[in-house]
Nanobody
Framework: QVQLVESGGGLVQAGGSLRLSCAAS????????MAWFRQAPGKERKFVAT????????YYADSVKGRFTISRDNAKNTVYLQMNSLKPEDTAVYYC??????????????WGQGTQVTVSS
């Protein structure tokens, strides 16, 4: 089993920044991807960004390119999401997820509990 624990959400004004963290523990894999998704009220959960752990390759949704950056700390088994130039439409619950096959758009078998990000206008 894998446990993913997110932190760093909160309330911020439009134009501000937040950094989310997701610490992974438990079972290890040879290759995997760690990603961020978000779900706004009344909407489907959507992909935000992912990192393929073995290569460090990153991929972003068009809506966040140039504003959000996914990064990692290997020693801490932690992935981060630096969110800059936040907009009210970024308001959502942000989830960390792990895909055991290292795919970009995989099944993401493991999920964190989510952290709320609210951007006020």
């Amino acid at each position: 089993q894998v446990q993913l624990v997110e932190s760093g959400g909160g309330l911020v004004q439009a134009g501000g920044s937040l950094r989310l963290s997701c610490a992974a523990s438990g079972r290890t894999f040879n290759s995997y991807s760690m990603a961020w998704f978000r779900q706004a009220p009344g909407k489907e959960r959507k992909f935000v960004a992912t990192m393929q752990w073995s290569s460090g390759s990153t991929y972003y949704a068009d809506s966040v390119k140039g504003r959000f950056t996914i990064s990692r700390d290997n020693a801490k088994n932690t992935v981060y999401l630096q969110m800059n130039s936040l907009k009210p439409e970024d308001t959502a619950v942000y989830y960390c997820a792990l895909d055991v096959q290292g795919l970009v758009y995989g099944s993401y078998e493991y999920w964190g509990q989510g952290t709320q990000v609210t951007v006020s206008s």
